[in-house]
């Protein structure tokens, strides 16, 4: 690596430590009877969130396709000390069930403090073959149903004074190969609610926005598709999961998980050649 690599590199690192140091602190009391509604959470990151959201005591709706699954994660939730929990079953590829999720939550819990955007569909960790049908429905999970929840819940958020947290991915700010459609909803995502971020701090907005940029998390669905073709190592899920929680607890506009999310990130803007390479030999052909 050159000099000016290694500068670039600490550099950034003392800046992020600097940002790290001067972040507020996190209470987890108050999250107690906070109402908080969890896409995404009948699996991976969403279930640890669910947990974790159980344990601070607050009233939780959960959703995701699979009932049997979601139901689980309900009893699981009540055992470690939610105020509440409720599922609903719903498919976010259906163009109503998006405002059908918010409106159960919102008269379950009585309104909502936290929406936290969690889901995706599913994708294959392949080369890109042309198949524009199902970066279209994709796009609909992944991106769509983000919106239309987030106006939906929008009303209710500022009543509350309440947060949106968006879960984004480093592949959505860095592109990386082989999830050209993911990558494409995942930068749309920073792209909206970025600009919806500043709409709202413009016109004195009570509502928070947090966009959480994660990198490779041990999820069994990540780990399926990318066991043996790339070579940096998955973070623990429930660690990721408190971690975006306490964004939004915060009302921090940005989270970067792991750290080094945050330094790849500037040196794409800074230096592209060196993300070139390090994502073209960090990772194999599938
Ligand atoms: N894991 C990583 O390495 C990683 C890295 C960067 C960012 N992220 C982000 O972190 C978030 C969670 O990732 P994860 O790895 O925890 O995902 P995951 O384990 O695959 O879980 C996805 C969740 O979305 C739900 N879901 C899937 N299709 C759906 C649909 N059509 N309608 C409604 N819900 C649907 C699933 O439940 P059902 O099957 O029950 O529907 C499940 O609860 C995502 O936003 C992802 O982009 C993850």
């Not at 950034?12 to 940002?19: D, L």
């Not at 709706?61 to 139901?71: D, H, M, N, S």
């Not at 749309?188 to 609610?193: H, K, P, S, T, V």
Request: glycine share 8%; proline share 4%; with cysteine.
């Amino acid at each position: 690596m050159g000099q000016l690599a290694k500068f670039l590199l600490v550099s950034i690192c003392v800046a992020y430590m600097a940002v790290k140091w001067t972040a507020p602190s996190f209470d987890q009391e108050s999250l107690r009877g906070a109402r908080v509604l969890v896409t995404g959470a009948s699996k991976g990151i969403g279930e640890q969130m669910a947990y974790h959201y159980g344990r601070f005591g607050a009233k939780i709706v959960i959703t995701g396709r699979r009932e049997k699954a979601l139901q689980q994660v309900v009893e699981k939730c009540l055992s470690l000390g939610a105020q509440k929990a409720l599922y609903i079953a719903a498919d976010m590829g259906n163009e109503s069930d998006p405002d059908k999720v918010v409106d159960f939550a919102l008269e379950k819990l009585g309104g909502l403090d936290y929406l936290v955007l969690n889901h995706i569909g599913s994708s294959s960790f392949s080369m890109w073959d042309g198949d524009v049908e199902h970066a279209r429905w994709l796009m609909k999970v992944n991106f769509f149903s983000y919106i239309q929840m987030a106006w939906k819940a929008l009303p209710s958020l500022e009543q509350s004074k309440g947060s949106l947290v968006i879960v984004s991915s480093a592949a959505g700010k860095v592109p990386s190969p082989f999830v050209a459609t993911y990558t494409s909803t995942k930068s749309a995502l920073n792209g909206f609610f970025g600009s919806l971020y500043h709409e709202l701090a413009m016109r004195k907005s009570n509502v928070s926005i947090s966009i959480c940029t994660l990198g490779l998390i041990d999820t069994e669905s990540a780990m399926e598709k990318v066991r043996g073709l790339i070579n940096v190592p998955a973070y623990p899920a429930t660690e990721a999961a408190l971690n975006i929680i306490k964004t939004g607890a915060t009302r921090q506009q940005e989270l970067y998980y792991p750290w080094f999310t945050y330094v790849m990130c500037v040196i794409r803007d800074w230096y592209p050649p060196l993300t070139n390479y390090i994502m073209q030999n960090s990772i194999n052909s599938p």
